[in-house]
């Protein structure tokens, strides 16, 4: 096992971040420039920290069938809480609805965040070699950086959303 305490740190880093913009989310009220803002500040962020973090994390993890089936679920975690931004970003935002959806979307964020850190990175760290290590730190950064430049909010409701 190689020391994977800097990827993952990095990995926790980003969920401390989202966290943080959660909880402005939440103090936010009706059609409000905070609330359009924090809501595209955390598209964009969740939505360049998964696409990176399957492409360094998960990609070298799905080749380790200890941890294949920890890693398609959290690649399918990431697909439903794509397709729960995209529905929030489809909702009004003065309505109740959406406070309901964004309610759902914490929980379910926090969620899967927590897993990651607690159960899948302990787990994932025994079955990494220094290459591995080096590969994901590399390709994270630079991955998030140009997924982060493309990132859109794209609102689409749920019930539109190709299965």
Known sequence: MADSTDIFERLKQDHDDHRALLDKLAETHGESE??????????????????????????????????????????????????????????????????????QLDHDYRHHINEEEEDHFPDFAEHLNKDDVEHMREVFDRRKKEEKADAEVTPKKKSEAKE
């Open 34 to 103: 905070e609330r359009k803002d924090l809501l595209e500040q955390f598209t964009r962020e969740v939505k360049s920290h998964a696409a990176a973090e399957e492409q360094a994390l998960y990609s070298t993890m799905l080749r380790k069938p200890p941890t294949t089936d920890e890693t398609r679920h959290s690649v399918a975690e990431h697909h439903e809480l794509n397709e729960a931004l995209n529905d929030l970003a489809a909702t009004d935002m003065s309505s109740s609805a959406w406070m309901q959806k964004f309610k």
